[in-house]
């Protein structure tokens, strides 16, 4: 089993930018491909990025790419998401998420959740 946590969210204004960190607790962290999803006002929980197990392949959402990096660091148990060019729209509680799958952009393959962290952009 993975516990997650994140942390790092706040208030930020459009064009600036935020750093998040998940740190997982459990020996098994290395094993699990790492996401980041978020939700925001309209309910859906949206998929932002998604890294492999061994950090070497990436995958993100079409609203952020370009913008935001995912990256993890076995040795200490975190993944992080850096978020550039902000943007209101990225308003969201962002959620850390574990899998067993290989690279997945589905919520429903991720078998662990941190509770979230707020982000908010303002305009």
């Known amino acids: 089993q993975v516990q997650l946590v994140e942390s790092g969210g706040g208030l930020v204004q459009a064009g600036g930018s935020l750093r998040l960190s998940c740190a997982a607790s459990?020996?098994?962290?290395?094993?699990?491909?790492m996401g980041w999803f978020r939700q925001g006002s309209g309910n859906v929980r949206e998929f932002v990025a998604a890294?492999?197990?061994?950090?070497?392949?990436?995958r993100y959402g079409d609203s952020v790419q370009g913008r935001f990096t995912i990256s993890r660091d076995n040795a200490k148990n975190t993944v992080s998401l850096q978020m550039n060019s902000l943007k209101p729209e990225d308003t969201a509680i962002y959620y850390c998420?574990?899998?067993?799958?290989?690279?997945?952009?589905?919520?429903?393959?991720?078998?662990?959740w941190g509770q979230g962290t707020q982000v908010t952009v303002s305009s």
């Open positions: 459990g020996r098994t962290f290395s094993s699990y491909a």
């Open positions: 998420a574990a899998a067993r799958s290989y690279l997945p952009g589905d919520r429903r393959s991720y078998a662990y």
């Open positions: 890294i492999t197990w061994n950090g070497v392949s990436t």
